[in-house]
Each structure stands twice: as structure tokens, then as C-alpha cells.
């Protein structure tokens, strides 16, 4: 007699949607505005320290944002927020600190790591793996 295993949910909880690909692009796109507003500024007044503090404002932005808030100002006018994949709760700050070097390797590798979430059944990117988070949809 064969044993089967039990079936893993892949489709969100009753009233829950997951961040699909091209959301998540357009949220992403209006952050990369905002930072890219900021290095502006800082590279044309303090030149190439002005572009590492931008470097290092890009970073402590998303850590932040995700540890803090669960959501960056781009995903908020479209309700999207990052939970652990686990149990739906809130994220910690390792989850968003694994998250960012996730998503560092999801660009190197072509953006095939970005791209992924186009095809998992829970809209997951290889950042989204890392890090132990989803993106929903509130």
C-alpha cells in the first residue's frame, strides 16, 4: 500500500492573494524613483561619498522598511505587504536582513530570481525564498 504524503497548500488562505509579477515590478519601479531622487541629490553634492551614502540609504531603506512597516513605500498604494511564509505573520529582521541578500542574488543571476515569481504558484521570488517571506495582497 503506497503512503502518501499531505498536499501542501499552494493558493493563499481563504481571502488572501499573493503579490503577483508585474505588481510587484511597478512597486519596485516607484522605489527605485524615490532612491534614485535621493542618490541624485547626494552624488551631485558630495560626488562619489555622496553615491556610497546613497548606496548605503538604498540598503538600510528596504531592510528597513520590510523589518519595520512590512512594506515599502512603493508597495503601499497597492496594499502589498511582505509576511513570513511560515505562518502569515509579521516579518522579523532577519527575515528582511535574508530578503535583501536574497534579492542581491535574485539580480546577479540575470534577474532570474526576480523573474520566478512570474511562475511559483505563491508568486515567490528566490528573495522571497531566502528570506522566508511571501508578498500578499491586503
Given amino acids: ?15 488572501v492573494a499573493f503579490g503577483g509579477f508585474w505588481i510587484r515590478v511597478v512597486a519596485y519601479i516607484l522605489d527605485a ?18 553615491s556610497g551614502l546613497a548606496a548605503l540609504i538604498q540598503i538600510v531603506y528596504f531592510i528597513g522598511m520590510w523589518g519595520y512597516m512590512g512594506q515599502t513605500v ?29 534579492l542581491i542574488v535574485a539580480f546577479i543571476c540575470i534577474f532570474i530570481g526576480v523573474i520566478w515569481v512570474a511562475f511559483d504558484a505563491r508568486k515567490r521570488g528566490w528573495h522571497d525564498m531566502i528570506g522566508g517571506t511571501v508578498v500578499i495582497k491586503q
Fill in 74 to 102: 512603493g508597495m503601499m498604494p497597492f496594499g502589498l505587504r511582505i509576511v513570513r511564509n511560515a505562518d502569515g505573520g509579521k516579518i522579523t529582521w532577519g527575515n528582511a536582513v535574508m530578503r535583501y541578500i536574497g
Fill in 33 to 50: 524613483i524615490i532612491l534614485g531622487i535621493v542618490g541624485g541629490v547626494l552624488g551631485s553634492a558630495a560626488g562619489s561619498a555622496g
Fill in 1 to 15: 500500500m503506497a503512503q502518501w504524503a499531505p498536499q501542501t497548500q499552494t493558493g493563499p488562505a481563504p481571502g
